[in-house]
């Protein structure tokens, strides 16, 4: 079988299966040695370089995609997010692009505030650390302007933990794993009134929208970390009400939800009476992604 035969009909199929082209691009340059550059200019060597052996593997990996929906990065166990290789499983959720974000705001508020120790230095916490991206991130910039900050990072799910702990190792930054219930690993460490930051990505879609979902989401990666209650806000009233107990004087609080949701979390940290200098951040796309708030002096 030729390669530029295999990628041409493929090319059609996810067309009609109606999966981004690009996805194959990445699957292909995963599992070869080759570059982007042989792609653009269909380099006629190419066949050359692929043995049959790894075009058989790609076409295997190929139909499940387009007939299982099963997400690429499942099928390598590996993805790109910021600058980092995560190693990802049906136990954890695909890091996203959009999250990324997060780590930018979070930076930025350290940057502007480098002259208090307490946040450059102080201990920040990552809830529902799934993959370990942002708790990984973190740590890296941390490390990278060469700070004492301590990254705590908590999960349910004992084999997200596993897979975030190989992500830390593989990523060679230091971040503390603990399994249980948001804040209850950290009321075994006695954090109270100790952390500088809080950052979570967790669940916030609505119960009943994510069995219509993508079946990409809903067939294939954690319901834990998707689901949030009813009205997809349960594990973010959970964040709200109790980070007060945790944070200092000042310290930072960011979650990410959905489009739709940013203005009722808002109203949610002004209720809750611990609270200051509440923002909406956008991301790329125009969608209110994240909340960030202060607690009060």
């Given at each position: 079988?030729?390669?530029?035969?295999?990628?041409?009909?493929?090319?059609?199929?996810?067309?009609?299966?109606?999966?981004?082209?690009?996805?194959?691009?990445?699957?292909?340059?995963r599992?070869?040695?080759?570059?982007?550059?042989?792609?653009?200019?269909?380099?006629?060597?190419?066949?050359?370089k692929?043995?049959?052996?790894?075009?058989?593997?790609?076409?295997?990996?190929?139909?499940?995609?387009?007939?299982?929906?099963?997400?690429?990065?499942?099928l390598?166990?590996?993805?790109?997010?910021?600058?980092?290789?995560?190693?990802?499983?049906?136990?954890?959720?695909?890091?996203?692009?959009?999250?990324?974000?997060?780590?930018?705001?979070?930076?930025?508020?350290?940057?502007?505030?480098?002259?208090?120790?307490?946040?450059?230095?102080?201990?920040?916490?990552?809830?529902?650390?799934?993959?370990?991206?942002?708790?990984?991130?973190?740590?890296?910039?941390?490390?990278?302007?060469?700070?004492?900050?301590?990254?705590?990072?908590?999960?349910?799910?004992?084999?997200?933990?596993?897979?975030?702990?190989?992500?830390?190792?593989?990523?060679?930054?230091?971040?503390?794993?603990?399994?249980?219930?948001?804040?209850?690993?950290?009321?075994?460490?006695?954090?109270?009134?100790?952390?500088?930051?809080?950052?979570?990505?967790?669940?916030?879609?609505?119960?009943?929208?994510v069995?219509?979902?993508?079946?990409?989401?809903?067939?294939?990666?954690?319901?834990?970390?998707?689901?949030?209650?009813?009205?997809g806000?349960?594990?973010?009233?959970?964040?709200?009400?109790?980070?007060?107990?945790?944070?200092?004087?000042?310290?930072?609080?960011?979650?990410?939800?959905?489009a739709?949701?940013?203005?009722?979390?808002?109203?949610?940290?002004?209720?809750?009476?611990?609270?200051?200098?509440?923002?909406?951040?956008?991301?790329?796309?125009?969608?209110?992604?994240?909340?960030?708030?202060?607690?009060?002096?």
């Amino acid at each position: 079988m030729d390669f530029w035969e295999w990628y041409d009909r493929n090319f059609l199929a996810a067309k009609q299966h109606d999966v981004p082209i690009y996805e194959l691009d990445w699957l292909v340059l995963r599992l070869t040695d080759l570059d982007k550059l042989d792609l653009r200019l269909r380099s006629p060597n190419i066949s050359q370089k692929v043995t049959l052996e790894t075009l058989t593997t790609l076409d295997q990996l190929w139909q499940k995609r387009l007939n299982d929906r099963i997400p690429v990065q499942y099928l390598t166990g590996e993805v790109t997010w910021r600058d980092l290789e995560l190693q990802v499983s049906p136990a954890v959720l695909i890091p996203r692009p959009e999250t990324e974000l997060i780590i930018d705001i979070v930076t930025d508020f350290v940057n502007k505030n480098s002259k208090d120790g307490s946040y450059t230095n102080g201990v920040w916490v990552d809830l529902g650390t799934g993959s370990g991206a942002i708790a990984i991130a973190l740590a890296q910039h941390f490390l990278n302007i060469k700070s004492q900050a301590q990254i705590h990072a908590v999960d349910y799910s004992e084999a997200a933990l596993e897979i975030a702990k190989i992500n830390a190792n593989k990523n060679h930054q230091q971040v503390y794993f603990h399994q249980g219930s948001w804040f209850e690993p950290l009321a075994k460490l006695n954090l109270q009134n100790q952390i500088a930051g809080i950052v979570s990505n967790p669940p916030y879609i609505p119960s009943i929208e994510v069995l219509n979902l993508q079946p990409e989401v809903t067939n294939h990666e954690p319901h834990l970390a998707l689901d949030g209650g009813d009205d997809g806000l349960e594990a973010i009233r959970e964040l709200v009400n109790t980070a007060p107990q945790y944070l200092i004087s000042g310290g930072f609080w960011i979650v990410e939800l959905m489009a739709g949701q940013s203005e009722i979390v808002r109203s949610l940290l002004q209720a809750n009476g611990n609270y200051t200098n509440i923002q909406i951040h956008r991301d790329y796309a125009g969608i209110a992604r994240f909340v960030s708030a202060q607690m009060l002096d």
